[in-house]
């Protein structure tokens, strides 16, 4: 950055926006819930997609958990329902494996670094706020992007998602980190945009909104690459809060921001 100030902060959900997780994490809350279900019930796409529609289940485990919970109810059989760190240990030998050897190691990147250093060109600057564990958000960020000690929020660093405090602390981490004045209490005079895949994501920035309206935030949606029906998805993440929603993150360049959100 060469300005004292930032023409725009951008910051990025991992799951579904850097990351395309249909065959990771996404196959893995359903191997989970099949597991558990003893082969009886295995969620599809779309009904994961449901489920994550009612804001409230974008840590994958719970949604596992939740899952779960719900066939046992329809079968009347709460007896059958694991603990929660069974379900956990479950997830994360499917997803992470041993060593990183599990589904997490072929995921398809939505991002590269090209497209990040154009926004820093653009003196824009840049970090992620997730809902994975610091681990897999490392993973990809480091191992697979190549990034440098990116500004990152992870599952255990903040509440989950609809909560903002993430989305805060990815803020003034990068107000430090590049020394400007940073204050949420103090209008900013740039746009802060959070870019996300799900209903989560953009209640996140609705409620950023509600508690510093004196900011610009902005919610931007993507869809992510399995999702079939994308008209329908994209009134869904619009009706969140999505300012605008887009095919792909590498769409929200340095032009569209400045053309589109300051």
Known sequence: ?????????????????????????????????????????????????DLKAEGCWNNDWEASQEFITRFAKVQRNPEALPNFQAIVDFFQLQYRGENFSGYIQKEPLLMSQAYLAGLTQSDMLWGFFSGATRGSAGYVLEQRLGLKNPVLVA???????????????????????????????????????YVGDTVADMQTVTRAKHLYPMQKWVGVGVIPPHVEERLAYTQLLKGAGAIAVLDSVEQLTSDYIVSNLL
């Open 1 to 49: 950055m060469t300005s004292p100030t930032p023409n725009a902060i951008v910051v990025f959900d991992i799951d579904g926006v850097v990351r395309d997780v249909a065959g990771s994490y996404r196959r893995a809350i359903s191997d989970t819930v099949e597991h558990f279900t003893q082969g009886q019930f295995r969620p599809t796409p779309k009904e994961i997609d």
């Open 155 to 193: 599952m255990e660093d903040a509440p989950g998602k609809p909560d903002p405090t993430g989305l805060f602390q990815a803020v003034m981490f990068l107000s430090e980190r590049y020394h400007f004045a940073g204050d949420l209490t103090v209008s900013l005079n740039f746009p802060l945009v």
